[in-house]
């Protein structure tokens, strides 16, 4: 079945979350034969969470909830941080504090993920207390503490504050300093570029950078949550460049 999570995860990037979906099932189907009961339900509440990246949150986190029900500790952890990394991607914040609690399991059971908690107080920090240093230093503190972080998430957050807090050229920096880098999911960098052309009244910039997010969901589902998140950005530029 590695060939169908490899298809998976390229599809999921891109935005096919449907095609994304037929993989996880063969996945399922491969799995009824030779894997065990816990495999086959963490796939299925995999296709749950894509129910949350169309459109669809309350019924992908019923779903997953559910899932989470048939599987004793320490099983269901791989569940439960998906219920995490839904939460993130559909940017529901108010769900942050709530939900900590699977973050404090995971560390818990594998001490050496402690940074996880730096990264996730500084998302409520960010986006609950809008506590813009504060979230700052819990980032650069698990950077610090992280030295294999691969992804670009925490970087784009950094910028994120920084321009909340008006320092538009640190923003920059942190996103110029990024593009040159191997890290993955590069691509979302334009989503906070665009934000913060938009803030500098500098609309062809941003009208640039949100094209150019937009190309890379070119062949997503129309209804995929980031579609839906980058048109509203690229509609608010155009007003705004054109108010009459």
Not at 45 to 62: E, P, V
């Amino acid at each position: 079945s590695s060939i169908y999570w490899a298809m998976n995860r390229l599809n999921n990037e891109y935005g096919k979350i449907n095609e994304s979906t037929k993989n996880l099932e063969e996945i399922i189907k491969l799995r009824r034969k030779y894997s065990t009961e816990g495999s086959i339900i963490y796939a299925k509440s995999t296709i749950a969470a894509n129910y949350g990246l169309l459109g669809d949150f309350d019924k992908a986190i019923n779903e997953i909830n559910e899932y989470v029900e048939l599987l004793q500790f320490p099983s269901d952890l791989h569940i439960k941080l998906g219920i995490i990394q839904l939460i993130i991607k559909c940017e529901k914040w108010g769900l942050l504090k709530e939900y900590r609690y699977i973050v404090e399991e995971f560390v818990e059971y594998i001490p050496v993920k402690y940074t996880d908690l730096f990264k996730f107080d500084g998302l409520i920090a960010e986006h609950v207390e809008k506590d813009y240093t504060k979230a700052i230093n819990l980032y650069n503190k698990f950077l610090d503490e992280d030295k294999g972080y691969r992804s670009s998430g925490i970087y784009i957050s950094k910028a994120s504050c920084y321009r909340k807090m008006k320092k538009y050229t640190k923003a920059i920096d942190i996103l110029d300093d990024l593009s040159t880098s191997a890290k993955r999911n590069k691509f979302d960098s334009n989503y906070e570029y665009a934000q913060i052309y938009k803030d500098l009244n500098d609309y062809d910039n941003a009208l640039k950078y949100i094209n150019i997010y937009l190309e890379h969901y070119k062949n997503a589902d129309k209804e995929y949550i980031l579609i839906n998140k980058g048109n509203n950005l690229k509609d608010e530029i155009i007003f705004l460049n054109n108010p009459s």
